[in-house]
Nanobody
Framework: QVQLQESGGGLVQPGGSLRLSCVAS????????MGWYRQAPEKQRELVAT??????TNYADSVRGRFTISSSAKNTVYLRMNSLKPEDTAVYYC??????????????WGQGTQVTVPS
């Protein structure tokens, strides 16, 4: 089994900053990529940012230049969010893509953490 522990969400005023963290644990042989997605009310879940094991990153156009994704060797991914806007309000989900001990590629989602930026 794989677990993702997310933290760091909350209420922040426009222009403020937050840092989300996500720690992956459990039956993971190696991690291929980790990322953050978000889902606002009545909208589809969308990609925010991803980081691959080699360090390459990808960002949604709406957050590029404001958000920074990074990772540590301890199966942890961070999302630093600066200059937050009301439209960033959403539940933020962590996702891990990993190889299990049998070499199979799989993925797992966290339960989400709420980020609220009032207008």
């Amino acid at each position: 089994q794989v677990q993702l522990q997310e933290s760091g969400g909350g209420l922040v005023q426009p222009g403020g900053s937050l840092r989300l963290s996500c720690v992956a644990s459990g039956s993971i042989f190696s991690i291929n990529a980790m990322g953050w997605y978000r889902q606002a009310p009545e909208k589809q879940r969308e990609l925010v940012a991803t980081i691959r094991s080699g360090g390459s990153t990808n960002y949604a156009d709406s957050v590029r230049g404001r958000f920074t994704i990074s990772s540590s060797a301890k199966n942890t991914v961070y999302l630093r969010m600066n200059s937050l806007k009301p439209e960033d309000t959403a539940v933020y989900y962590c996702k891990v893509i990993y190889y299990n001990i049998d070499g199979a590629l799989s993925d797992h989602w966290g339960q989400g953490t709420q980020v609220t930026v009032p207008s």
